[in-house]
């Protein structure tokens, strides 16, 4: 499947799960039957209209869908440009947009009779909506962290336990989100007839990539009609912008927009310290090359031999060494641009977003808004641009406050330096 071979990017991926030269399903023998069973199951969802209405019954009453589309007005006067709407899905119910996901992935683990999910989780973002939607319909959970990560993100995993999942501390190779994933991959492997591997990404082997972008999808859908109808500009957006870690909030904010040809879309990437030989970024795209992990072949981020390199950003949601297959596809065809913005840059949004609209962002989308800052005081005023606000800011207040020096145990309220 080569970008010449067809007109549409909306018709990606290929029977194999391939994206062009990415994606695919790079698994042992054991795993295959397991990946098809659910590729099967899926199919026969996405064409079953009882399957949509369950899942628009919880987007509306569960979640809290339709999110907003909020026309940011003192952002847009203060950048001197382009309009810009912010698409609020950071006031869904656990404050990000991986419940929409997990939702879906768990309604189609109980139609196929599975008892017990796993996933696996690295700032624990996914392991929270996981395991909020097994307590909400009594399936037992259990999601594997890396060693570090536990330590480093207690009160989610406080979080995870009080929803009554089991968190497992992973001490297999170094402990972190990489090796996190294989432990969950053999779990599956070794209880697949109870058990639905739960991905909180656009990442992993076919149909997982394309599946959860589907399920994000209702972000640049309702951004369609919001946008024409309810905000009366009666048009397409011109750009659409996100954060990405995987990549799922923003496959889902571009997918329906892929074939409007006159819409730009960018992609923002975390880029830590500085996209150089250092490597201290999450950069997959801009900083990496291809190679194969978590079952697909992708950008990644690794050493002239090929090792995996764990990412760095002030963002722990951004962390992810790889990138979802479809967005590598859309990078090396053109169709999407890709940048990347600094722990410095982010933290400039982050404060600007609290000041002129009184949103606390989550640190995620504040790379988002960082480009929003450098790009929009160039374009004309009537020039629409959607940036998907894919979180809120209450988990990285303390990351925030030890970046400004604001010392959270002076009760007096002096900033220390
Ligand atoms: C997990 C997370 C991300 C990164 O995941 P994507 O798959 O790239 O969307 C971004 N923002 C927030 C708020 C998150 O929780």
Request: hydrophobic content about 40%; aromatic content about 8%; some cysteine.
């Amino acid at each position: 499947m080569s970008n010449d071979l067809f007109n549409s990017f909306m018709t990606g991926p290929d029977e194999n799960g391939r994206f062009g030269d990415f994606g695919g399903r790079f698994v042992s023998e054991t795993l295959m039957p397991l990946i098809l069973d659910l590729e099967a199951e899926y199919e026969k969802a996405k064409d079953d209209p009882t399957f949509w209405a369950e899942m628009d019954d919880l987007w509306k009453h569960y979640v809290g869908r339709p999110s907003p589309l909020y026309f940011a007005s003192r952002i847009t006067e203060e950048l001197g440009g382009a309009k810009i709407y912010l698409k609020r899905d950071e006031l869904n119910h656990t404050g990000a947009h991986k419940v929409n996901n997990v939702l879906g992935q768990i309604i189609l683990a109980r139609r196929m009779g599975k008892t017990r999910i796993i996933a696996e989780t690295g700032a624990g973002q996914h392991g929270v909506a996981t395991a909020t939607v097994c307590a909400k319909f009594g399936l037992k959970c259990v999601v594997y962290m890396g060693a570090h990560d536990v330590q480093r993100q207690a009160p989610n995993v406080f979080r995870m336990r009080l929803l009554g999942a089991e968190v497992v501390p992973v001490t297999s190779g170094r402990g972190t989100l990489k090796d996190a994933m294989n432990d969950a991959l053999r779990d599956w492997v070794t209880n697949v007839r109870d058990t639905f591997y739960c991905i909180g990404t656009v990442a992993g082997p076919h149909p997982y990539p394309a599946m959860v972008r589907d399920f994000q999808s209702i972000i640049g859908k309702e951004v369609r009609w919001q946008l024409a109808e309810q905000e009366g500009e009666g048009r397409l957006p011109d750009t659409v912008i996100a954060a990405i870690g995987g990549g799922s909030n923003a496959m889902g904010l571009f997918y329906p927009f892929l074939d409007d040809k006159e819409v730009n879309i960018i992609g923002v990437e975390a880029g830590g310290r500085g996209v150089d030989e250092k490597m201290e970024h999450c950069a997959s795209l801009t900083g990496g090359r291809p190679g194969v992990l978590h079952g697909n072949r992708t950008y990644l981020l690794q050493d002239d031999d090929g090792q995996i390199l764990e990412g760095y950003s002030i963002s722990a949601g951004l962390d992810y060494p790889g990138i979802g297959p479809e967005h590598s596809w859309l990078h090396d065809t053109k169709r999407a641009q890709y940048v990347s913005i600094t722990d410095k840059e982010a933290l400039e949004a982050f404060q600007f977003s609290c000041a002129m609209e009184g949103i606390i962002p989550a640190l995620e989308p504040s790379h988002a808004l960082a480009h929003v800052m450098k790009i929009a005081g160039d374009l004309p005023k009537d020039h629409i641009i959607v940036m998907n606000m894919c979180g809120r800011g209450d988990k990285d207040v303390q990351t925030v406050a030890r970046h400004l020096g604001f010392d959270m145990s002076d009760t007096e309220g002096r900033s220390a330096d």
